[in-house]
Structures are given as structure tokens and as C-alpha cells.
């Protein structure tokens, strides 16, 4: 693809969509359209000279702009949040529905050559993801359907929005199902972070205040595997250009399991501080274990998210470090 090319991100303004922009500047890209429906002064990043669009793109008529001249279109909007967030506000996931309906025929429409849609392992059928000991989760997983209400089910429907324009109308559409990304500049505070920079940000709160207390949600042994944003933005690229995916579902997420707590001994690591853990049981806390099985990204790309857990949260530790004293310092700071 020529580097003038015209690329539109969606949700440019939040974690991976911002991430995505400035993946492709750093590629060399010279001709990126950031799409939001935030005002500017709230998006996490705004990337010097990429077009800056403020636009809700639930609505047809701003897609059709947000898609003119396109190449490609990467849709990574969303009303979306840990699970603190899609288990309180399932109607508001379900309603992200109405973005990619409009996002795909607005850029089918438009004769754009390729569509991403950023879909979710929350898809799976929760009905394998009963217990901490998990099986990890291959793409066939998803059926017999039993989503995760509300995010999920809206997550799998615009899957199968993308397949049956491949199908029908012979689009080149690409999805992929996250698996918890997280990394510097994501979602840190305010009611929609997940839970690696929640407990980043609670363990610098505990040591900033002298006060070691520390809630987990859950009993700590629900399990996870965790992706560096790095990683995620690189497999986006990857699979957006690898045309025996078309309108195929594929995992992108780390293999690396681990229990809450495990997560929170990274991050005490990494501080160099010790908590007080205490549990509540009757907090948001999702399925009791998930994985990402990696079988076949690696048979397709052959590669696989791969940036270890401890050396993602020193990063994102780091970070948010950095977040928390310029918030106490009184300067603007992401989320
Ligand atoms: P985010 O909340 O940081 O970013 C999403 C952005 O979409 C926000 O800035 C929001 O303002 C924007 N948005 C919402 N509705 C919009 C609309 N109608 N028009 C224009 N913009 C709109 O979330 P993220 O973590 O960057 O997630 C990006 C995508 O990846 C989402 O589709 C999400 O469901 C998916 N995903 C993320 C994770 C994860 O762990 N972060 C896991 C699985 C799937």
C-alpha cells in the first residue's frame, strides 16, 4: 500500500484506536484520519499530522464523511469499559451496534479495499468459562452462541455483519477478538478502566497515601491472559493484510494466564510495595477464566502476541506513575 494512502481509524481518541494512529505515522504513513466523537481536548492522544475528526459515528451521515477517500478503515469505536462498565451498562454496548452497522456500509458505499472491526473475547460462549481452570478459547468457541450479555452479543452480531458483507458482497473485511489490552496511555481511572491499570493505579494510591488497604474485585483467583498494546497494534496490521482472513474471526491476545492476584503480585513487584488485599465477592468480576488460544494466529501468521506480563506493566506502571502526579500536580492528564 502507498504510504498516501488515506487510513481511518475509528475511536482515535481512545486507547488502541489512538495507539493505531501513531503506529502507522511512526510506519511512515503520511495521510491518517483519526476519527472521535469526544472534543479534541479529550482524546488520550492526538497525533501531529493526522487529520483530527470529531464525529459520532453511530450516525450514517458522519460515517460517510469519516470514510471519504479511504483505503482502508479500521473501526475500533466503541462505548465500552472493564467490567465495572459493560456489566452496569449493557444497553449502551448493545447500542455500539448501531456503529458498525453504519461504519460498513458507509464504507462499502464508499469502495473502501479493506474493513477492520475490533471484536472482543467477551464474544465466547461463557457457558466454557465457569471455572478459573480454563481451556483456552480457539476461534470455534463462539458457537453454539452464549455471549456475554449486552458487550458481547453486540460483539459477535457485527462479526457477523462483516462476514455476510464479505459474503454477499464480496467486501474484504477483517475481525479480530481482543483479549484485555492494556498499556501506557489506556483508560486509568474514572469508572471504565480494566483491571491491569486498576490495580496499577490502586497500588500507587496505597503507597501515595500511606494507607497499604487494598479491594479486589472477586475472590483474586478469576484468571486472565493480558496484551501489551504493542502487540495489539501489530497484530491489527498484520491481519488487516493477510487475505486468507477474510471475514474469519481470529483470537489476538497473549497466552499468558494468570489470576488477578498474580497480576496484582506484578504490579507490587514492580512498585516495590506491598497492599493489604481484601476481597469483594459481590463486585463486577466476569467469567470465572479466560485464555486465548493461540493455535491459529500462529498457523496464520506465524506469530504471536508475545511482550511477557512483567515487562507490560513496568511500562504501564510507569505510565500511570506519571499520570497520578500530574493529576495531584494539577495538570491535564489522559482519563
Ligand atoms: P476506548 O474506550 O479507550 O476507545 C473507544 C473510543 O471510541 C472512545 O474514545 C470513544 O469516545 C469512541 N467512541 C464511542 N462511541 C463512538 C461513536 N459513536 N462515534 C465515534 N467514536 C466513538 O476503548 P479501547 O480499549 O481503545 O477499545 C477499542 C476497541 O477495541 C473497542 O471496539 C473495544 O470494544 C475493543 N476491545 C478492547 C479491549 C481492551 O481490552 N481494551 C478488549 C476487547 C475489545
Redesign the pocket.
Same mark, same amino acid.
Given at each position: 500500500m502507498n504510504k498516501d494512502e488515506v487510513i481511518v481509524v +475509528?475511536?482515535a /481518541? /481512545?486507547?488502541?484506536?489512538g495507539s493505531l494512529i501513531r503506529y502507522f505515522k511512526e510506519k511512515g504513513f503520511t495521510n491518517l484520519r483519526a476519527?472521535? $466523537? $469526544?472534543p479534541l481536548y479529550e482524546w488520550y492522544q492526538v497525533v501531529e499530522g493526522a487529520e483530527s475528526l470529531c464525529?459520532?459515528?453511530?450516525e450514517y451521515q458522519n460515517c460517510v464523511r469519516a470514510v471519504e477517500n479511504a483505503k482502508e478503515v479500521y473501526n475500533? %469505536? %466503541?462505548?465500552? /469499559?472493564g467490567m465495572g462498565f459493560i456489566e452496569k451498562n449493557r444497553v449502551e454496548c448493545l447500542r &455500539?451496534i448501531l456503529?458498525n452497522t453504519n461504519m460498513i456500509e458507509a464504507a462499502y458505499n464508499a469502495g473502501v479495499d479493506r474493513y477492520f472491526f &475490533?471484536s472482543? %473475547?467477551c464474544a465466547y460462549n461463557t457457558d466454557l468459562q465457569k471455572t478459573p481452570d480454563v481451556i483456552a478459547l480457539k476461534e470455534a468457541d463462539a458457537y453454539p452462541a452464549m455471549a456475554e450479555r449486552g458487550y458481547g452479543w453486540e460483539k459477535l452480531v457485527s462479526e457477523m455483519f462483516c462476514e455476510e458483507y464479505a459474503a454477499e458482497r464480496g467486501m474484504k473485511t477483517f475481525i479480530a477478538r481482543?483479549h484485555?489490552?492494556y498499556g501506557p496511555f /489506556? +483508560?486509568w481511572d474514572g469508572g471504565?478502566e $480494566?483491571a491491569p491499570a486498576a490495580m496499577c493505579r490502586k497500588v500507587i494510591s496505597a503507597q501515595d497515601s500511606g494507607n497499604p488497604a487494598m479491594e479486589i474485585w472477586g475472590d483474586g483467583s478469576q484468571t486472565r491472559s493480558y496484551m501489551y498494546i504493542d502487540d495489539c497494534t501489530k497484530g491489527i496490521d498484520m491481519i488487516m493484510h493477510c487475505d486468507e482472513l477474510i471475514a474469519t474471526p481470529i483470537n489476538l491476545g497473549s497466552s499468558e494466564l494468570v489470576s488477578v492476584n498474580e497480576l496484582v503480585d506484578n504490579v507490587e513487584k514492580v512498585a516495590d510495595y506491598k497492599v493489604e488485599r481484601s476481597y469483594d465477592l459481590d463486585a463486577p468480576k466476569g467469567v470465572a477464566g479466560r485464555n486465548s488460544d493461540n493455535t491459529f494466529i500462529k498457523k496464520m501468521l506465524n506469530w504471536e502476541p508475545s511482550t511477557p506480563l512483567a515487562e507490560g506493566i513496568a511500562k504501564t506502571y510507569k505510565w500511570i506513575s506519571q499520570q497520578y502526579s500530574d493529576r495531584k500536580a494539577g495538570k491535564r492528564t489522559v482519563s
Open positions: +475509528t475511536g /481518541g /481512545g486507547f488502541i484506536g476519527v472521535d $466523537k $469526544k464525529l459520532d459515528v453511530s475500533l %469505536a %466503541a462505548d465500552m /469499559g &455500539s456503529i &475490533s472482543s %473475547a481482543f484485555n489490552v /489506556g +483508560t471504565r $480494566k
